[in-house]
C-alpha cells in the first residue's frame, strides 16, 4: 500500500511561487503514475497535473498550463509541483495521488487508490 505526505504549501502573494512535495511510502517500485489534484472551498476535487512512471510523459489542466510544472525523483520516491505565477484562484488544498501500479499519466481520479492528507496554498491579490 502506497502512503503518501504532502508538504510545501503556505500563503504567498499573487505572481509567487510554491513548491510542493509529496513523499511516498509503503511500496519498494516507484515507478507508477501520480497526481496532483486540488480542492477550492464549495468547487470539486479538480485534477492539476499528472506524470507517468518513466517521468517522461506528462499532463496539465488548462487553468494551470505553462505556469506549472510536475516532476518527480524516483531515486527519492518523491513527487514534485512546482508552481509559479501564482493567483488568487488556485488558492486550495492540494492533494498528490498515487494510481499503483498503473505506469500511464491518468486524468481520471478514479483511477488513484492512494490520497495524501492535503497541504494548503493560499495566494493572495
Known amino acids: 500500500e502506497v502512503q503518501l505526505v504532502e508538504s510545501g504549501g503556505g500563503s504567498v502573494q499573487a505572481g509567487g511561487s510554491l513548491r510542493l512535495s509529496c513523499r511516498a511510502s509503503?511500496?519498494?517500485?516507484?515507478?507508477?503514475?501520480m497526481g496532483w489534484f486540488r480542492r477550492s472551498p464549495g468547487k470539486e476535487r479538480e485534477g492539476v497535473a499528472c506524470?507517468?512512471?518513466?517521468?517522461?510523459?506528462?499532463f496539465y489542466s488548462d487553468s494551470v498550463k505553462g505556469r506549472f510544472t510536475i516532476s518527480r525523483d524516483n531515486s527519492n520516491n518523491t513527487l514534485y509541483l512546482q508552481m509559479n505565477d501564482l493567483k488568487p484562484e488556485d488558492t486550495a488544498m492540494y492533494y498528490c495521488a498515487a494510481d499503483y501500479p498503473s505506469v500511464l499519466c491518468s486524468k481520471s481520479e478514479r483511477r488513484y487508490n492512494a490520497w495524501g492528507q492535503g497541504t494548503q496554498v493560499t495566494v493572495s491579490s
Open positions: 506524470i507517468a512512471g518513466s517521468g517522461l510523459t506528462s
Open positions: 509503503g511500496v519498494s517500485d516507484s515507478t507508477y503514475s
